[in-house]
């Protein structure tokens, strides 16, 4: 089994800062991606920016402001949000593409942790 683990959400004023990690833990013998989505109140769950050992990506809405990083010795994700939105509010989901030591292709989700941007 894998674990994922978010922290670090909030609330916070707009055109504030917050940095979320995930840790990850259990049986992983590679982590092949990580990302974080994000669900707003009635609306679908959408991708907000994934990393792997090569490439990150971002939604459109996040570019400039948001920005993914990871520490494969420590198995964390971060995701470092600059001049947040009220639109921005969602609870943040950590994701992560691993190998287990069964060699089986595995994906998983964090619980979420909140984020308000509100004044």
């Known amino acids: 089994q894998v674990q994922l683990v978010e922290s670090g959400g909030g609330l916070v004023q707009p055109g504030g800062s917050l940095r979320l990690s995930c840790v990850a833990s259990?049986?992983?013998?590679?982590?092949?991606?990580m990302g974080w989505y994000r669900q707003a109140p009635g609306k679908e769950r959408e991708l907000v920016a994934s990393i792997t050992s090569g490439s990150t990506n971002y939604a459109d809405s996040v570019k400039g402001r948001f920005t993914i990083s990871r520490d494969n010795a420590k198995i964390t994700v971060y995701l470092q949000m600059n001049s947040l939105k009220p639109e921005d509010t969602a609870v943040y989901y950590c994701?992560?593409?691993?190998?287990?030591?069964?060699?089986?292709?595995?994906?998983?989700w964090g619980k979420g942790t909140p984020v308000t941007v509100s004044s």
């Open positions: 259990g049986s992983i013998l590679s982590i092949n991606c």
């Open positions: 994701n992560a593409n691993v190998t287990t030591f069964s060699y089986r292709v595995m994906h998983y």
